[in-house]
């Protein structure tokens, strides 16, 4: 089954202890991307990728570091998670930049940073 | 500038109705593609229709139709004979020429179905 996949799916975890959430996608895409969904303001662009060893800057980078070793994972690094990175994240993948393509999402990890 | 306003924050139909999702959009590129996605309580996102900006008929996908009125910028969701299961939030998104490479989305519309 095609798939993007997200773990852990719900992390509470305390400020300053640096974590690691991972993604992998099974479609051989290209571009892959972090969201992070807040109340009343949707969802946002942390960092995407266009290919391996190629990334950049989304609308939110602040606090949030990626890597792309390999074309199917995609991990988020919060070096030293703040509260105000409290929120629900979202890996995405498509198969290129162009306009019409489908960015498909992972499951979600709602994470809590006390 | 990519904007994505959708006017409705919440709305409530009664079962087997049809409703309307509003959006409106706004970009200086002739090239973009608008789509809509699901989010039910258990918080997933979930891909369920796509319009090109190129394309001269209205996208539909089963219950799903869009209705595109290019000169109006705006991208409406209908969705025919609403089900209980239909209660989510939806999310309208765009993607166009300047910023290819993300989705900008709206705020979302909260939609109950009722029994």
Request: aromatic residues 12%.
């Amino acid at each position: 089954e095609a798939q993007v996949t997200q773990n852990p799916r719900y992390l509470i975890t305390v400020t300053g202890k640096k974590l690691t959430v991972t993604c992998s996608q099974n479609m051989n895409h290209e571009y892959m991307s972090w969201y992070r969904q807040d109340p009343g303001l949707g969802l946002r662009q942390i960092y995407y990728s266009m290919n391996v060893e190629v990334t950049d800057k989304g609308d939110v980078p602040e606090g949030y570091k990626v890597s792309r070793k390999e074309k199917r994972n995609f991990p988020l690094i919060l070096e030293s998670p703040s509260p105000n990175q409290t929120s629900l994240y979202f890996c995405a993948s498509m198969s290129g930049g162009w306009v019409t393509d489908t960015q498909y999402f992972g499951p979600g990890t709602r994470l809590t940073v006390l | 500038a990519q904007k994505i306003t959708q006017t409705q924050p919440g709305m409530f139909v009664q079962e087997k109705e049809a409703v309307t999702l509003d959006c409106t959009y706004d970009t200086s590129d002739q090239s973009y593609g608008l789509f809509w996605y699901k989010q039910p309580s258990s918080g997933e996102m979930i891909f369920l229709i796509y319009q090109g900006s190129y394309d001269e008929q209205n996208a539909t996908e089963g219950r799903y139709s869009l209705n595109f009125q290019k000169a109006r910028k705006s991208a409406n969701l209908v969705i025919s004979a609403s089900q209980l299961g239909d209660s989510a939030m939806y999310f309208c998104a765009m993607r166009d020429l300047q910023g290819a490479q993300k989705l900008v989305f709206g705020q979302g519309t909260r939609l109950t179905i009722n029994p």
